[in-house]
């Protein structure tokens, strides 16, 4: 352990499997020292989670559905109860349906677009709020977005629109609680295979595509995430709030390779 999240208490949300960009997240801050809970949606996710979170020292494992007010409601309740305080929290969730990343942006629906900014936006809020609540000492409150939100990538569609809304919340976010100390980011972070990701169109061109043209002509991994996620979590990131951090091997400021460049 290198000491950075000793003494402090996190909440992480999302974790699906040991793909999933929450498990790069909290293995970074356990070995940092941290004390983790975890939230998961559906029993099918907790059978999974459980062993996990008791590979961290986890013994926090609590259901949350973010689509239902009650369900976030007594998921704080309980960590109020045992806990009392928070110092972090990690929000990883998002949800469109899958037929809709696919073909065109300009054929969503009313239902679905409604239910991605529920899922994949307004949970951000109502969960950051619930969070600072607990955060009497200040804290640092992390979400994941993607480039899609900032330009157009193929089939991300609806996902995009609501990406882009959720790094505006962050924004916005990060002055109503900055006061108290407490510190609201994203990552945006380039593609990586999870499930999440399986659900979009052509996943495995956009990782290919990736891999060609960044600087760094590689993709990250999880591990990439949670290293940085780290340094917004922890003290190292005391001056940054509002921030969209890319941790993208640098894709996003390319406009275009060199036709020249050694590799090709
Ligand atoms: P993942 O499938 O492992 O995680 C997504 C999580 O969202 C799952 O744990 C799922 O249970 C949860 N979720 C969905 N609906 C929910 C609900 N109603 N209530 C509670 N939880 C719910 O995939 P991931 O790629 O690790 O996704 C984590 C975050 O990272 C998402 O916001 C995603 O958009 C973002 N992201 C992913 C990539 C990528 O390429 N994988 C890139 C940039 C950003």
Not at 40 to 53: C, E, F, M, T, W
Not at 181 to 188: D, L, P, Q, T, Y
Not at 239 to 249: C, I, K, R, S
């Amino acid at each position: 352990s290198n000491g950075l999240m000793t003494g402090k208490r996190g909440l992480i949300m999302g974790l699906a499997n040991d793909k999933s960009i929450a498990w790069g997240i909290a293995r970074a801050c356990a070995d940092a020292g941290a004390e983790l809970a975890f939230s998961y949606q559906g029993d099918a996710v907790r059978k999974r989670v459980i062993p996990l979170a008791e590979q961290l020292g986890s013994r926090i494992v609590l259901p949350c559905d973010v689509a239902d007010d009650a369900s976030v409601d007594a998921l704080f309740a309980a960590l109020e109860k045992d806990w009392g305080k928070l110092d972090f929290i990690v929000h990883a969730i998002g949800f469109s349906d899958k037929s809709e990343l696919r073909g065109r942006y300009a054929d969503t629906s009313r239902d679905n677009f409604r239910l991605t900014m529920d899922i994949s936006v307004y949970s951000f809020t109502a969960v950051a709020r619930r969070a600072a609540a607990m955060m009497p000492d200040g804290g640092s409150i992390l979400t994941l977005t993607y480039y899609g939100a900032e330009q157009v990538m193929p089939h991300y569609n609806v996902m995009g629109v609501a990406k882009a809304a959720l790094e505006a919340s962050v924004r916005y976010l990060a002055e109503d609680f900055g006061r108290e100390g407490i510190r609201v980011n994203a990552i945006s972070a380039g593609p990586i295979k999870t499930l999440a990701a399986s659900g979009i169109g052509d996943f495995r061109y956009i990782l290919r595509w990736n891999e060609l043209n960044s600087p760094l002509r590689r993709n990250v991994t999880i591990d990439d995430v949670g290293k940085s996620a780290l340094y917004l979590l922890s003290d190292l990131g005391s001056g940054v709030t509002g921030e969209t951090h890319h941790v993208d091997a640098g894709y996003h400021v390319v406009g275009m390779k060199a036709v020249d460049a050694p590799d090709i």
